[in-house]
């Protein structure tokens, strides 16, 4: 599975993106895994409430499953304009 980071996670996180095979079946358990791989990810997924998630480029909430999902993105919120 891809993950993609944009904006201050990229920065935080030091990557672009990687390649992983989680053992998480949603986004917010994904999340945690994330968390979990370095002090970088740590700070990136502090606090879930500045994040937004997508599953193969569709917007999807925490409790999403990412079974066969080939890319997870996160990003910060978006405002229009």
Known sequence: MNILYFAW????????QEELAPQATTVGALMDELAARSAGHASAFADRSAI???ADQ???ELD?????AREIAFFPPMTGG
């Open 9 to 16: 996670l990229r920065e935080r996180i030091g990557l672009r």
């Open 58 to 60: 569709e917007l999807v």
């Open 52 to 54: 937004r998630a997508a």
């Open 64 to 68: 999403a499953p990412i079974a066969g």
